[in-house]
C-alpha cells in the first residue's frame, strides 16, 4: 500500500521558536491534510490543500501542497505552549488500495516546547 | 466541522466481557471509520463503511466487529475483551476531501 514518511519524529523546541515538518511519498496525492492530536483527544483538522502548489495559512500556521503532489510540509511560527501534540498528514488519492478511500495518514511528529 | 460522538469516554472492563462502543455523527455522511490507536502512537484503520449495510475490514487485522444498520450509527463490538484490546479507539466520518474525528474511548482491559 501506499506510505507517507513523517518527519521529524519529535521535535523539542523553545517556546516563540518557528517549526517545520514534512511528509514525503513516493505516491501522488489530490490532497494533503495536517491534523493536530492533543493527549487524550482525537485528532482536528488544521488545514487541507487541494492543489500541486497551494499554499494556505490558518493563523500562524502554514502547509504547502508540493508541486509534484508527492509531499508537504507544515510551518508553525512563533511556538507557543499550546502548540504542543501531536501532528499528523494524511495524503488522500484516487486510488482505493488499503480502504477508506485511499486516506492514508504518517506515522505523526510529537511537538515538546521547552518554556 | 463534523460533529462525532463517542461513548463512553473512557472504559475500564474485565477480560471476556463484551463490550459495545458507540459512535453516532449528526451530519449525515455516508463515510464512517473506525481507527485504533496506541498512546503517541500511529493511527491505524481496523474498520470501516460506505454507507447503510456496508462494512469492511481496514489495513490492520482486529477482532472487533462493526455494524451499520443506520447512517448516524457505527458501533464497534468486542465480543470477549482482552487486554491487548486496551488502546484508544476512534471514530471518523468524511465529507469529500477531509476527514473528521470524534473524541475517541481509551479501552483498558484488566
Known amino acids: 500500500g501506499q506510505q507517507l514518511n513523517q518527519s521529524p519524529q519529535s521535535m523539542f523546541i523553545q517556546e516563540g521558536e518557528d517549526v517545520s515538518m514534512n511528509c514525503t511519498s513516493s505516491s501522488i496525492f489530490n490532497t494533503w491534510l495536517w491534523y493536530k492530536q492533543d493527549p487524550g483527544e482525537g485528532p482536528v483538522l488544521l488545514i487541507a490543500l487541494y492543489k500541486a502548489g497551494e499554499l494556505t495559512s490558518n493563523g500562524r500556521l502554514t502547509a504547502q501542497f508540493g508541486i509534484t503532489r508527492k509531499d508537504s510540509f507544515l510551518n508553525i511560527s512563533a511556538s507557543i505552549p499550546s502548540d504542543v501534540g501531536i501532528y499528523f498528514c494524511?495524503?488522500?488519492?484516487?486510488?482505493?488500495?488499503?480502504?477508506?478511500?485511499?486516506?492514508?495518514f504518517g506515522k505523526g511528529t510529537h511537538l515538546i516546547i521547552q518554556p | 466541522e463534523a460533529d462525532i460522538y463517542q461513548t463512553p469516554r473512557y472504559l475500564v472492563i474485565g477480560t471476556g466481557k463484551k463490550i459495545t462502543l458507540e459512535c453516532s455523527q449528526t451530519m449525515g455522511h455516508d463515510k464512517m471509520y473506525w481507527y485504533q490507536q496506541d498512546p503517541g502512537m500511529e493511527l491505524h484503520l481496523i474498520h470501516y463503511s460506505y454507507g447503510v449495510n456496508s462494512t469492511e475490514k481496514g489495513d490492520l487485522s482486529s477482532e472487533s466487529t462493526v455494524s451499520r444498520i443506520r447512517t448516524e450509527h457505527f458501533p464497534l463490538t468486542l465480543e470477549s475483551a482482552r487486554p491487548s484490546h486496551t488502546s484508544q479507539y476512534l471514530c471518523?466520518?468524511?465529507?469529500?476531501?477531509?476527514?473528521?474525528f470524534g473524541q475517541g474511548t481509551r479501552l483498558t482491559v484488566v
Open positions: 494524511a495524503g488522500l488519492s484516487s486510488h482505493s488500495g488499503g480502504g477508506a478511500d485511499g486516506l492514508t
Open positions: 471518523a466520518s468524511s465529507e469529500i476531501g477531509h476527514i473528521s
